[in-house]
């Protein structure tokens, strides 16, 4: 009898990551079903869905408090549901605060778990790994240095590399992303990225869009363009420039094209997280910015096991980009340390190290992934 195989992918990035593996697996499989949730990329590449992925997709506190009861009850389903088809394997991909719990209760029950991307426990909430250790038979990492704290805990695990290495190009081409943007500069062009949710725009916006004004003190030249990651943040992101003129009126707000944006810019002001790694991978170099609560960063800082909270830095395990936080994250200083890393950016040594760091990064990851899968589930 065929066992099928689940996947539970709650969000973006996790639906384009399992999009690359899944084809691969299936043909390892014939004759066996992709079963379980996720998003329009899984489900293109063959994907039954039981449910669609936005059914995880909550932004902010007060929304998952909304969502909650309706979110417990999916994952009391899906423990259910998983655990009488008892399938080949079960693979969770991304979204630990819900996959994790699933996890650990399927291999309590005696079937085979599968994690895609790590948590980042190297950065927030270390202790999750007893959790890890616990659920998972084993972890797919996109980094690098994560194999060695998977060994340390005694967790399988394979380095399949990071995807984004294998879709951003090696050599960027700025000159044809301006074209495609229609951004004729006469100056420098920065791009500008306070985040993808409302708390972080909400937090970070102000001061990175005070810096904006500032650097035009230096060239008043200068152009911002500033992807929105939807129609919500747009108008969030207008609403917050009306209070900064001077920018405004040197700013281009692009809807959902943030790869285009950092291709075209000559330096970035970017908020913590998988955007400093793409501002990495686009060879451009940046300022790292970022304020939340203040109890909220406290308590972040005080739970992480690294120096470091870019990806960059992580990477290079030393300060290679500036990292502008919390209370010293201000405008003046933000545009100060912008207009040095803008006039750093043909320095051949930073292009280099980013260089390095993206040839670590790009790995046959669909195959990698696929080939430890098998590992997992057997012929």
């Given amino acids: 009898m065929a066992k099928d195989i689940v996947w539970l992918a709650g969000e973006t990035s996790g639906d384009f990551i399992a999009s690359l593996v899944l084809p691969q697996v299936a043909t390892l499989y014939p004759g066996e079903h992709m079963l379980g949730i996720g998003g329009d990329r899984m489900i293109a590449a063959g994907l039954e869905p039981w449910h669609h992925s936005s059914v995880l997709s909550v932004r902010g506190y007060v929304e998952v408090l909304k969502k909650l009861p309706s979110l417990l009850k999916l994952r009391r389903e899906m423990k ?159 609403a917050l420039l009306n209070n900064f003129p001077k920018a405004k009126a040197a700013t281009r707000i692009i809807r959902s094209d943030s790869h285009t944006v950092m291709q075209a810019s000559d330096a970035i002001l970017v908020a913590s997280g998988t955007a400093t790694l793409e501002a990495a991978l686009f060879k451009r170099p940046m300022v790292v910015g970022y304020a939340m609560p203040g109890i909220t960063g406290i308590l972040m800082q005080k739970k992480g096991i690294i120096d470091f909270v870019s990806l960059p830095n992580i990477l290079a395990g030393e300060r290679l980009v500036p990292e502008i936080l919390q209370y010293y994250c201000r405008a003046e200083t933000l545009a100060y340390a912008l207009w040095h890393e803008y006039e750093r950016r043909d320095d051949s040594r930073l292009m280099d190290r980013f260089t390095v760091m993206h040839e670590s990064l790009l790995r046959d990851t669909p195959k990698l992934a696929c080939d430890a899968i098998a590992s997992v589930c057997g012929s």
């Fill in 80 to 238: 259910r549901r998983v655990a009488q088809l008892s399938p080949r394997a079960f693979i969770g991909v991304d979204a630990p605060d819900f996959n994790l719990s699933i996890e650990e209760y399927l291999r309590a029950e005696g079937l085979k778990t599968i994690h895609f991307v790590c948590p980042s426990i190297w950065a927030w909430r270390p202790e999750r790994i007893h959790q890890i250790k616990r659920a998972v038979d084993h972890m797919l990492l996109i980094f690098p240095f994560e194999k060695k704290l998977m060994d340390e805990a005694g967790i399988e695990s394979t380095y399949i590399g990071h995807p984004l290495a294998r879709e951003i190009p090696m050599h960027p081409d700025k000159d044809a992303a301006r074209e495609k943007l229609g951004v004729d500069a006469l100056g420098p062009v920065f791009a500008v990225l306070p985040g993808s949710r409302q708390a972080e725009v909400a937090w970070c916006g102000p001061h990175f869009f005070g810096a904006c004004e500032k650097v035009l003190q230096f060239d008043k030249r200068s152009i911002f363009l500033v992807p929105a990651a939807d129609a919500a943040r747009e108008e969030q992101i207008k």
